[in-house]
């Protein structure tokens, strides 16, 4: 699937414009919207979609909240 992003197009309408736009130009499976949503953070982060950057795992540390009885 191709995307192009297109930086020069602008519509001001109402609301109930946007829903009627959004209803009849949004991807039509899950996947599709998924793929897009890819598409638009590489665009956004500057990163190859092919070749997304891999997760900083240092970033963040979990641990084991406490059990509490009663």
Known sequence: MSFRLD?????A???EQAAQYHATH???????????AAYLNSVAYGY????PPRL??????TRRHAHRNG
């Open 13 to 15: 309408g109402t609301h």
């Open 48 to 51: 190859d979609l092919k070749n």
């Open 26 to 36: 949004q991807p039509a499976t899950p996947a599709e919207r998924l793929l897009a």
């Open 56 to 61: 900083d795992r240092t970033a963040f540390a």
């Open 7 to 11: 930086r020069t197009a602008h519509h």
